[in-house]
Nanobody, 117 residues
């Protein structure tokens, strides 16, 4: 089982920035499409950004223009740069491997992002 580990969350004021990192131990992420998800209290988990193995990207409308997903295969990491954060971005953020059917790996513990107004 691939173990995905998310980090970089925290408490930030509205308008601030955070950079999330996703890594995997014992597994090379470079050949996989990857996604960043988030789950706010009382809401379903949603995909906010994804990146293919060829580095093509897609974003949910709610984060387009503010979030940037990227990857560094040499560091075996996928990142989510979040700028102009809003209180509604508050959630636990997770990464996962994507296949044609959606997330295909085990969920990690996620990283909490809290944006204060």
């Amino acid at each position: 089982q691939v173990q995905l580990v998310e980090s970089g969350g925290g408490l930030v004021q509205a308008g601030g920035s955070l950079r999330l990192t996703c890594t995997a131990s014992g597994y090379k992420l470079g050949f996989d499409d990857m996604g960043w998800y988030r789950q706010a209290p009382g809401k379903q988990r949603e995909l906010v950004a994804d990146i293919t193995s060829g580095a093509s990207t897609n974003y949910a409308d709610s984060v387009k223009g503010r979030f940037t997903i990227s990857r560094d295969n040499a560091k075996n990491a996928v990142y989510l740069q979040m700028n102009s954060l809003k209180p509604e971005d508050t959630a636990v953020y997770y990464c996962n491997i994507l296949n044609h059917f959606g997330p295909s790996g085990s969920w990690g513990r996620g990283t909490q992002v809290t944006v204060s107004s």
